[in-house]
């Protein structure tokens, strides 16, 4: 074990993006769990990750792919009228089989693939920070602005259908969703990514006292269980998206177990 390597200048970036992206997945998460969408982020992912795939054909940056798919994913969803969860694992199957047919029949997006399923945050450079720097602004004010209609629309949703605020709140924060999603597989891994959307989620949505204590919540487990992670990939010299998901989920299952 090389504990050197948690003071090298060259991993300072990797963690404030994956920190970033620890804080604001579990919040998008937790909104979905309460629209009953929680399968949303592993369709969106896989279609992301088809995206990042195919943008490396054209020797196109995987991170503009995988952002114009996973926005692309929402949208066509809502100009098809929702379609519910079955929308999700249409594009949970549509976007790893084509991804696996990329993978078998251009063997040289093989490193691609590896780093979109591992997890290749340690090389996350500048285009990525920024990427999630954005999200995290754009998304926090949207919430900020929005949240409130999100869960008027949960509470009564047959006056969220005759309201067009609300129509356009859904938009908003499905946009957000598959610009985010796609930003974080880049990083993160597809499994990792939807790891800290779904787990915090999970351990917390039916134990909060409260939305505001939930939401504090999900952003402590997403925060403790990525440096865990993080410290443990680095040191161990392991893949940073299998050791996330192992962190994320120890963190979720304690804060569960607590009550």
Not at 7 to 20: A, I, N, S, W
Not at 109 to 130: C, K, P, R
Not at 238 to 245: D, E, K, L, W
Request: positive net charge.
């Amino acid at each position: 074990m090389n504990w050197d390597l948690l003071v090298d200048p060259l991993f300072r970036l990797p963690f404030v993006t994956g920190l970033g992206l620890a804080i604001g997945l579990p919040l998008l998460g937790l909104y979905l769990r309460m629209r009953g969408e929680w399968l949303a982020v592993l369709g969106v992912a896989q279609l992301a990750a088809l995206g990042a795939l195919a943008a490396s054909v054209f020797a196109v940056p995987g991170l503009i792919g995988a952002v114009l798919a996973g926005a692309g994913a929402v949208i066509a969803k809502r100009m098809g009228r929702g379609g519910g969860m079955g929308a999700y694992v249409l594009m949970l199957l549509i976007g790893w089989s084509l991804a696996v047919l990329l993978l078998a029949n251009l063997p040289a997006l093989e490193h691609v693939g590896q780093g979109l399923f591992d997890g290749q945050l340690y090389f996350a450079g500048s285009d990525h920070a920024i990427a999630t720097f954005t999200v995290l602004v754009i998304g926090g004010a949207l919430l900020q602005r929005q949240g409130r209609r999100l869960l008027l629309a949960r509470v009564h949703p047959v006056l969220a259908q005759a309201s067009t605020p609300i129509l356009w709140a859904h938009w908003g924060f499905d946009l957000l969703v598959g610009v985010g999603v796609g930003v974080g597989i880049l990083s993160l891994g597809v499994m990792a990514a939807f790891a800290l959307t779904w787990l915090p989620a999970w351990a917390v949505f039916d134990r909060a006292q409260g939305w505001r204590q939930a939401q504090w919540r999900v952003v402590l487990i997403g925060g403790v269980g990525y440096v865990i992670a993080f410290v443990a990939a680095l040191v161990a010299d392991q893949p940073f998206g299998p050791v996330c998901v192992v962190g994320v989920l120890a963190a979720g299952w304690l804060a569960r177990r607590m009550g």
